[in-house]
Structure formats: structure tokens, C-alpha cells
């Protein structure tokens, strides 16, 4: 063992030899920055991959765990959900996206019909129950099975080629979807369906591009249940459906037919009222022919 007023006695011309004193490590406990209030890491890289969207992963997406999600504001309100504009960004790219959060307040109830929910039941008997009685427990558990079932449905829709906004990701009662933005306005959401006035050069293309989403659902085995202008979103000249949560399975629910006899009536009535007379029944009709071929 060498001590400080030694010297190295294979060199003897050396200096002496001073111990040197390990120097203790100090933690930074600063850290980054907080993000603020309308700012958050991204969660993708959290979730797991089933709560991911179908791939192939469009090209526009992002997935590095660096990227910030902002909130931009509400473009949505509704009695279930609300849909918030959001930015996920990192340093090279930037996208868009729709993030639709279903809620549980105290104030109101799930208003959702349990027909459109047929054979959807929560898997524990104390869920069920605290849904039938629509008690707190119960709003959060719907809220949960909304969201979850509008999931399922945008990525089943998707992979049929149904025009729907791509299902980013779920996590609990959030999902993140593709922003269907008006081609004109790249940060406004594409104006829906409901608001084309009577002379809109558009609407017989739109009408067939209306037969074609109800043909993807019949041929899917599926009924949107609650198709309407409102939840028809026109990004220039092509047409998207949005609200899939209460999407009925035609074989499985008892109701499943009437259901995609009321989503005829529905569209054929408003073009209708635009001067385009369609006849539902007709249409009808062709659904059955091409859910049975």
C-alpha cells in the first residue's frame, strides 16, 4: 500500500504518489421544465400495442415518445363526448388529430340506447348493474364501453375501406383520430354534411359516395344505427363518417335490419329536401342484396 510520502520505488525520480479522493456524486434533481397546462408527452409509446391503430401506420403519423401533444381548442360538444383540436409535434414534424373524450359527469346520464348495445355487455355482473342503475360507477364504466366499442368500430370500418377518420389510439376514454380537416381551411374540421346548401353543385356525387359507405356497412355485417347529415363530414369533394360508437351488428341484434332501414330513410330524406328524391325502400332493398351476396 503506497502512502502520500512515499515514492515510486521502481522510479525513483518520480513524484510521490497522492492518493485522489473519489468525488461524491451530486443529484440534479431540477429536471426539465414542466410542460404547461396545454401541453403533455406524448402517450403513444404508453399504451399498449391493442390500443393502437390497424397497420400498416399511415405515413402522416407520428410515433417517437419525443413528440408533445397541444391542445388547440374544442371543435365538438356533444351529450357524450367532446372532440378537442390537438397538434403532436416533435422538432421535424407536426400533425393534427381529433382527440374525442367521452365523459361521466354527475349531471347527466348516458342517454345511448341499450337496443344499439345488444349482446355488448360489460363482462363482470357488477358493472352491468351499476350501468342499468346509471349510478357514478356505472357513468364511468359507459363511458368507458362507448369509447372502447366507437374504437373497435373505426378500426373494423378502416380495414373495409369505409371512408372514417384512421383510429390513432385509445387510452381509457380518449381516442385520438385522424383530423378530417376542410381541404380550403387545413386547420378548420371539414364542414359537415348538414350545412351544403340546395344548389350545391356536389350533392350528386356525394349521394353515390352515401350509397357506397351504406354498402361497406351492409357488406361488413354492420349498421351505422344513427346515420345522418350531421355525422357526415364533406373534406372537399369526399365524404366521411364520423360517431360509429352504437354501430349495430345485423346478424346479432335483434333490431339490426330496422336499424339499416332508419339510416335509409334518414339519408334519403335529406337529399331529398335538397331537391335529389331517393326512394329508401329501393335502397333498402339493394343493402339486403348486397349483405346477402
Not at 5 to 12: F, I, K, M, V
Not at 151 to 180: K, R
Request: neutral net charge; charged residues 25%; aromatic residues 8%.
Amino acid at each position: 500500500m503506497y502512502h502520500s510520502s512515499a515514492t515510486n520505488r521502481l522510479d525513483p525520480t518520480a513524484e510521490p504518489f497522492e492518493p485522489t479522493r473519489r468525488r461524491q456524486r451530486r443529484w440534479d434533481e431540477s429536471g426539465p421544465e414542466p410542460l404547461p397546462a396545454s401541453q403533455r408527452h406524448s402517450t403513444w409509446t404508453g399504451i399498449e400495442k391493442g390500443a393502437r391503430g390497424p397497420r400498416p401506420y399511415p405515413s402522416w403519423l407520428i410515433e417517437e415518445a419525443a413528440a408533445i401533444d397541444t391542445e388547440l381548442g374544442l371543435i365538438k360538444s356533444g351529450k357524450e363526448a367532446e372532440v378537442h383540436l390537438l397538434e403532436r409535434a416533435t422538432e421535424q414534424r407536426r400533425v393534427l388529430l381529433a382527440a374525442k373524450r367521452y365523459r361521466a359527469s354527475e349531471h347527466r346520464q348516458f342517454t345511448r340506447s341499450q337496443a344499439y348495445s345488444e349482446g355488448r355487455a360489460a363482462r363482470r355482473s357488477r358493472d352491468n348493474r351499476a350501468v342499468s342503475n346509471n349510478s357514478s360507477y356505472g357513468r364511468q364504466v359507459a363511458a368507458g364501453q362507448w369509447a372502447a366499442a366507437e374504437f373497435h368500430y373505426l378500426t373494423l370500418c378502416h380495414q373495409a375501406g369505409i371512408p372514417v377518420p384512421y383510429p390513432v389510439q385509445i387510452d381509457g376514454t380518449e381516442l385520438l383520430l385522424e383530423f378530417i380537416s376542410d381541404p380550403q381551411h387545413p386547420q378548420l374540421a371539414a364542414p359537415r354534411l348538414q350545412q351544403l346548401r340546395r344548389d350545391d353543385e356536389r350533392l350528386p356525387q356525394l349521394w353515390d359516395q352515401a350509397v357506397r359507405i351504406l354498402e361497406g356497412f351492409a357488406a361488413a355485417g354492420l349498421a351505422h344505427g344513427d346515420l345522418s347529415a350531421y355525422n357526415l363530414l364533406v373534406a372537399g369533394r369526399r365524404l366521411v363518417v364520423i360517431d360509429v360508437p352504437q354501430c349495430v351488428d345485423l346478424a346479432g341484434n335483434a333490431n339490426g335490419l330496422d336499424y339499416l332501414h332508419r339510416d335509409c330513410v334518414n339519408l334519403c330524406a335529406w337529399f331529398a329536401s335538397k331537391n335529389l328524391e331517393r326512394d329508401p325502400d329501393a335502397l333498402f332493398t339493394s343493402l339486403l342484396a348486397v349483405m346477402f351476396s
